[in-house]
């Protein structure tokens, strides 16, 4: 198990993803992290529906934090697909990763996005390089 509280404090440094948005990190592990959102005002589009973004951003981070714990392979994102499957209906958004493939230069990950009512939101695919 990876140390939450070191994890935070490396990541605290995505000023934009913990600060600006407020992305909690809940769970990591290797190849894994659970994060989440409690949304408010800044996080809704002008129909008042959660932004997009902000489900992708949430994904993204949640992405990084499964794949930079470790300071060994830092990983970046190279291409990232997000599907957006219904609306949220909570008022939490939690991204959780999926390790699909790790080779030596490139990895394959699934997060999925849900509220906390247990409604699917949206699916990123997102395929990653190992830096170094």
Same mark, same amino acid.
Request: aromatic letters at 6%; a neutral charge; glycine letters at 6%.
């Given at each position: @198990?990876?140390?939450?509280?070191?994890?935070?404090?490396?990541?605290? %440094?995505d000023r934009?993803? @913990?600060?600006? !948005?407020g992305?909690?990190?809940e769970?990591?592990?290797?190849?894994?992290? /659970? *994060?989440?959102l409690? +949304?408010?005002? /800044?996080h809704k589009n002008?129909?008042?529906?959660?932004m997009g &973004? #902000?489900?992708y !951003? +949430?994904?993204d981070f949640v992405?990084a934090?499964?794949t =930079?714990?470790?300071?060994?392979?830092?990983?970046? !994102?190279? #291409?990232?697909?997000?599907?957006?499957?219904g609306? *949220? $209906? &909570?008022?939490? +958004?939690?991204g959780e990763? $999926?390790l699909? $493939?790790?080779? /030596?230069? =490139? *990895?394959f990950?699934?997060i999925?996005?849900?509220?906390?009512l &247990? %409604?699917q939101?949206?699916?990123?695919?997102?395929?990653?390089v190992? +830096? &170094?």
């Open positions: @198990m990876r140390d939450l509280e070191k994890t935070k404090e490396f990541f605290i %440094n934009y993803a @913990m600060v600006t !948005t992305i909690e990190i769970a990591v592990d290797e190849n894994y992290a /659970r *994060c989440s409690t +949304l408010d005002d /800044r002008a129909t008042g529906q959660v &973004g #902000v489900m !951003t +949430l994904a992405f934090v499964s =930079n714990v470790s300071e060994e392979k830092p990983t970046v !994102t190279v #291409v990232s697909q997000i599907t957006y499957l609306v *949220c $209906k &909570g008022k939490k +958004l939690i990763s $999926k699909l $493939k790790d080779g /030596r230069r =490139n *990895c990950y699934q999925n996005i849900t509220d906390e &247990g %409604n939101v949206a699916v990123v695919n997102t395929n990653g190992h +830096l &170094g």
